[in-house]
C-alpha cells in the first residue's frame, strides 16, 4: 500500500484475529522508511471491536485524529 493520503490504524492488544505485534513491526519499518503520513496506536484493553462504542479510548482517538486531519488538511498546519 502507497498512499499520500494520511491513515492511521488502530489495534487493540487483545485481538484474537489480527497478529498485531507483526502488523505494527510491519507499519513502523514502512513509516521510518519514510511514509510519515501513517500513524497506528495499540490500544492494551481492547480487541478486535475497536471504536465499537463512543465509551472506549479507541473511538475517543480516531475521533481526534480525524478533526486534527481534517483541520490539518485544510489550514496547512496542525491544531494546536
Known sequence: LDTAAPVKWLFGADDPYV??????????????????NWAFQVFPDEGHDLADSRDQ????????????????MQTGTPPP
Open 19 to 36: 497478529p498485531v505485534a507483526l502488523s505494527t513491526a510491519r507499519l513502523q519499518a514502512r513509516i521510518d522508511a519514510g511514509q510519515r
Open 57 to 72: 479510548p479507541s473511538f475517543r482517538a480516531m475521533l481526534e485524529w480525524i478533526r486534527r486531519t481534517a483541520a490539518t
